[in-house]
């Protein structure tokens, strides 16, 4: 099927089932169990530079790719409920701060997709962890438009400079910032340079999901092939591994 096709076929469907599950089309759910079963956690890694602290929930691979897509591409807003709960739920405990920030969008973004689905995902977390959301003050003053094929180098001269605090009175002291998928984290970065800039002490980040860096995809695909040899207690097998 041409894929104009596919894309309309996927928005009426939306239209006529707006329950069924973003990443996989079932009816169970906006976010359906199975497809929550089928979401990896996003090993441990430290921070990003410019940032106190990140938590990453997810690989991005699908289901959770899907659902993002859903949610940015399709516009199906609800679909930030149904991750912010997941998210909520994967993490034993929020991040320490004192307010949810979503990254925002520039605002020609924002019109042409009618919200910010960062800030739905941060108004979603709120609800759970009885935190305020700052939506106003941070703002993305530039538009720096896809970054999808520059690395981290590039992307942060592309985003330096692209965020200001805008408000008459400081941002909150430890700042949660909210985005969907993470990815080198220069966009992060630019936000926590501003907001430091404006007075806060700790700027720490959450996301729903990263892709894993090519080193670390090699060393998890490692780690699967490990995982699926004999145990290592079998001596022939231990040398093999080492
Ligand atoms: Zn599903």
Same mark, same amino acid.
């Given at each position: 099927?041409?894929?104009?096709? *596919? ?10 089932? =707006? ?9 169970? $759910?906006?976010?359906?169990? &199975?497809?929550?079963? &089928? ?22 691979? #699908?289901?959770?790719?899907? *659902? ?12 930030? $409920? #149904?991750? +912010? /709960? ?19 969008? @520039? ?6 997709? +009618? ?16 935190? =305020?959301?700052?939506?106003? $003050? ?7 438009? @896809?970054?999808?094929?520059? /690395? ?8 330096? $400079?692209?965020?200001?605090?805008? !408000? *008459?009175?400081? =941002? =909150? *002291? ?5 985005? /969907?998928?993470?990815?080198?984290? #220069?966009?992060?970065? #630019?936000? &926590? ?5 404006? +007075? ?6 959450? &996301? ?6 090519? !080193?670390?995809?090699?060393? !998890?695909? @490692?780690?699967?092939?490990? !995982? ?15």
């Amino acid at each position: 099927m041409p894929s104009f096709l *596919a894309a309309l076929l996927a928005r009426l469907l939306d239209l006529i089932f =707006p329950d069924r599950c973003a990443a996989c089309g079932s009816g169970d $759910g906006l976010l359906c169990t &199975a497809c929550r079963t &089928a979401l990896r956690p996003y090993p441990p890694e430290p921070p990003p530079p410019g940032l106190d602290g990140v938590a990453i929930a997810w690989l991005y691979d #699908a289901p959770v790719r899907r *659902a993002v897509h859903a949610l940015k591409y399709r516009r199906r807003r609800r679909v930030a $409920g #149904a991750l +912010g /709960d997941a998210l909520a739920a994967a993490l034993p405990s929020p991040p320490p701060g004192d307010a949810l920030m979503p990254v925002p969008l @520039h605002g020609g973004r924002l019109a042409e997709r +009618g919200f910010n689905q960062s800030e739905e995902l941060a108004r979603r977390l709120a609800q759970h962890w009885g935190l =305020p959301v700052v939506s106003t $003050g941070l703002e993305r003053v530039r538009d720096t438009g @896809h970054q999808a094929g520059l /690395d981290r180098r590039a992307r942060l001269s592309n985003v330096a $400079g692209a965020f200001v605090w805008r !408000a *008459a009175a400081p =941002p =909150p *002291a430890r700042v949660l910032l909210v985005d /969907d998928v993470l990815t080198t984290g #220069a966009t992060l970065a #630019a936000c &926590a340079e501003a907001l430091r800039a404006a +007075g806060a002490h700790e700027v720490r980040a959450l &996301a729903l999901a990263r892709s894993l860096a090519p !080193a670390r995809r090699i060393q !998890a695909a @490692h780690q699967a092939f490990i !995982a699926r040899r004999e145990p290592p207690d079998d001596p022939a097998s231990a040398r093999v591994l080492q």
